[in-house]
């Protein structure tokens, strides 16, 4: 049975005639009471009385009109559902980030929004590398990135031509390291003394680790470092860290709170921090009109900032 049939049947029991109702389901007489014959061959019984003038419906097709109408109103609804969420579904924006903007940037930067931008985070990318971000933009793996970027580039960094970005806030990596009990750090930038220092460090291909090798490139006198644990979440750096094993860099957004209670405490001063920008990436040329929407809000909100 075809839904079709049903709404031909309705169409008949309202107007009572096969031509009218034949021209205003748009076929032809014929195959119209073709149609009704199979209806009525499907259910196995008769539903039209063609004995009268005007046709009408006789006691098992009038039960089976309000069947019929409850069928169709049932499947107009499903039909309505189905298309908004595809609709919504369609408006969803795949963000690529690390879990610590996850974590500490993301929902603050939402909350900001008094109508926050449909983005989903993409989860499985919250262990992937620099490179494995704008691969995954190039493949339509994801819609956005959002990622740290060193507000001083240099040429090890990811190819990123095809891509546009806006910058979103600032960060900093700060060097933490677990306290002695009179507060000091266990391990310390500014000792003097030119032993290696246990680091507790990101994975070398990563653009943390690129941005940190290049500010500790650019100060005199730092220290050796003995590379303990590479790590592409700050989560893990962090719960080594509070270990005692070693030093480590962290974003400042992901300490603040540990750093305030005094479970961790700073392994050097404002010289030793590393600033960063968080930046949301998009491809170039794409015609999506839920990015576009957030990218002209950006520009806005970011004309609106240079105005004050």
């Known amino acids: 049975m075809e839904l079709r049939w049903l709404e031909d049947f ?4 309202r107007t009572q005639h096969f ?10 007489q014929p195959t119209f009471s073709r149609r009704i014959k199979l209806l009525e061959e499907g259910m196995g019984t008769t539903l039209i009385n063609r004995q009268t003038l005007p046709l009408s419906l006789t006691p098992a097709g ?3 009109l309000a069947l019929s109408l409850e069928v169709t109103r049932r499947v107009a609804a499903t039909r309505q559902r189905l298309a908004h969420l595809a609709e919504e579904q369609a408006s969803q924006l795949r963000l ?4 610590s903007l996850l974590a500490h940037f993301l929902p603050a930067w939402l909350a900001s929004w008094s109508t926050p931008p449909p983005l989903t985070p993409y989860l499985r990318a919250t262990g992937w590398l620099a490179n494995d971000f704008f691969e995954a933009l190039s493949r339509d793996e994801c819609d956005l990135v959002l990622t740290y970027w060193p507000r001083d580039e240099g040429p090890q960094m990811p190819e990123t ?17 677990l306290p002695e009990p009179d507060g000091r750090p266990r391990f310390a930038l500014e000792t003097g003394l030119r032993a290696s220092l246990p680091l507790i460090a990101y994975h070398p291909r990563g653009v943390t680790d690129m941005a940190l090798r290049r500010h500790l490139a650019g100060i005199p006198g730092a220290p050796d ?24 860099w962290l974003p400042e957004r992901v300490v603040q709170e540990t750093l305030a209670a005094g479970t961790l405490v700073r392994a050097g001063d404002a010289r030793w921090d590393v600033p960063l920008e968080v930046r949301l990436y998009r491809r170039r040329g794409l015609d999506q ?9 950006l520009a806005t909100d970011s004309e609106s900032r240079r105005a004050l």
Not at 10 to 13: D, G, P, R, S
Not at 96 to 99: K, L, N, R, T
Not at 161 to 177: A, I, Q, Y
Not at 225 to 248: A, K, M, P, T
Request: some cysteine; overall charge negative.
């Open 96 to 99: 690529a980030a690390p879990q």
């Open 161 to 177: 031509e095809d891509l546009e970005h806006r910058c979103l806030d600032s960060e900093r990596l700060v060097p933490v390291s």
């Open 225 to 248: 470092f003995r590379v303990l644990h590479e790590s592409i979440q700050s989560g893990n750096i962090r719960e080594l860290v509070g270990l005692g094993y070693g030093l480590g």
């Open 289 to 297: 009109p839920a990015i576009e929407a957030l990218w002209q809000a």
């Open 62 to 64: 009038e039960e089976f």
């Open 10 to 13: 309705i169409v008949l029991a």
């Open 19 to 28: 031509s009218r109702a034949a021209e205003e389901q748009n076929v032809t």
